[in-house]
């Protein structure tokens, strides 16, 4: 499972950074996304891969499930998934305002 | 203190909830209720300030959740100052905005205030998952800030910083991430005592991830090779906006000054002091090439942006040293850096509506409708970012020379600070002529006057460098306290986690010996 994860997290964050270097508004937004995947991913691998632990504490559980990345993750979804929809609507605007997607509103019209 | 402690974070939320119900009700009912919770949040930090300043640390967890298991927020001197200078600045920045700013769009003091709690948040909090959170918080304010009013050029500038601090963050989660995965805490003070114990194999991914925290804070801070979105976004951004980010950076250095003083500070063992090879070349070379910058600046307000990557060069520079001395100069020159670049944003706003469309280009253009005011505005903003006596400018200074005096690397710190100050006292003399001396008949002169209120905030910000150099006895003893406080990490982890959580290295060679 590890080995699975790891090329998962490795695949995103490859392909984030690939989309993320083409200098056009909504492929950057696409590597971001990708990029905020992994990371997510990541955070939630960083409290242990276990299977069948306990989430609550009980008398007969011989290992635990750490609960604290799962609330990280759910923090860092919420706020990705906001700045994903602030950035969409950005890059919209800069669209209409400089006339070009380019991510310096100076590529070919 | 109690519950006060949680007023810096909250009463801004309430504030831009309230306006958010009250927007309806007209400008008036806006500013008035913006100006209000400001003076009010102004007399809780210089409550705060007053109580911080016996040295002991206040901690307010929330829900009672006890550190290292819950969240929880930490007072201390370092603190209680700069959410106090981050309420300072703020005040004047919206009343400068009452001239007519706020107005050009939708729910700017909304936004204003929930800058506020995120600023207060990081500032305040003892998590490095909470800091996290409150960065996000200011950013997202900021896009909003930045991007208020619209136009091509906000848009652009506004791109380009949203994407750069996305990627940040994902950088900073990925460091809390390994952070966690190795110590298993994300309490500052806990985390300080468990980098002391960790073992060989996780010193070493630790010391990744750490590095990791000095590039997100960098990017905060604008630090080289990370400043180049500054002064695009700083220009870009509408006055009141631009002096209130003069503290954005100064939340970058902020939290470099507690994570690597803390957490990775003189007892964190074999990570001890793991920022010392970075810092300094890192502040002095940024400071460097920011001096260029001033000086070639072809634009007023991106001349000012320039200052703002210098004033950040000299504090990181100075933490680098890492001594009392010099980490005392770095803050009070911190506090004096903040309010004068505000103040110069505010300035070169007031003195490029009176050019027309020149705006604040440093090239000939009518001159200002009313030049000796603003001329000896200017003249007295400059003498006091420039560092010339007698005003703050001068005596943090001295303070930053004296502190690196007798150190090896005297001659490095000595030579590019004085250079760089010579350099911006060229290039400020030189926007001063361009813009009162050398002006063209030709053009049509405007006949607008400065707003009283936008007179008011800049006159009062810069009058804050001639109080901070009157008072320059009890604020440098005041910046020595809370320097001697920040360079022993056992200060604050005993502060928080109580008096038996850890031992210095002394402590424990002494038990050693013992048979």
Known sequence: ?109 | MGHWMSVPVLLPLLTAIILLLVARMGPGVERGLSLLSMLALLVVSAVLLQSSMDGEYQVYAFGNWVAPFGIVLVLDRLSALMVLLTTVLALFAVIYAFNGIDQKGRHFHVLFHMQLMGLNGAFLTGDLFNLFVCFEILLIASYGLLLHGGGPLRSRAGLHYVILNLAGSALFLIAVGVIYGMLGTLNMADLAVKTAMATPEQQRLVHISALLLMVVFGLKAALLPLYFWLPGAYAAASAPVAALFAIMTKVGVYSIMRVFLLVFGVEAGALANLAEPWLLPLGLITLALGAFGVLAARCLRNQVAYLVVVSVGTLIAAVGLMTVESVSAALYYLVHSTLITGALFLLADAIAEQRGAVGSELRPAALVSQPVLLASLFFIAAIAVVGLPPLSGFIGKLLLLTSASGTEVMVWFWAVLLVASFLALIAMSRSGSAIFFKTDAAAVASHTHMHPVALFAILALTASSLVLALYADSLTSFANDTAAQLIDPLNYIHGVLGPDAMLSTTDMAMMEARP
């Not at chain 1, 056009?24 to 590597?31: E, K, S």
């Not at chain 1, 609960?67 to 700045?83: D, Y």
């Not at chain 1, 605007?93 to 310096?104: I, P, Q, T």
Request: hydrophobic letters at 60%; one cysteine or more.
């Open chain 1, 1 to 109: 499972m590890e080995a699975l994860i790891a090329l998962a997290i490795g695949v995103l964050v490859a392909c984030g950074i690939y989309m993320m270097l083409r200098a056009r508004t909504m492929d950057v937004v696409i590597g971001l996304t990708l990029l905020s995947y992994a990371v997510n991913l990541f955070l939630f691998a960083s409290g242990r891969l276990t299977n069948n632990a306990a989430a609550l504490i009980s008398p007969d559980a011989a290992a635990y499930a750490d609960p604290l990345p799962q609330a990280l993750v759910l923090t860092a979804i919420v706020i990705g998934f906001g700045m994903t929809a602030f950035l969409v609507v950005l890059a919209i605007r800069a669209f209409g305002d400089l006339g070009n997607d380019h991510v310096d509103g100076e590529g070919r019209k």
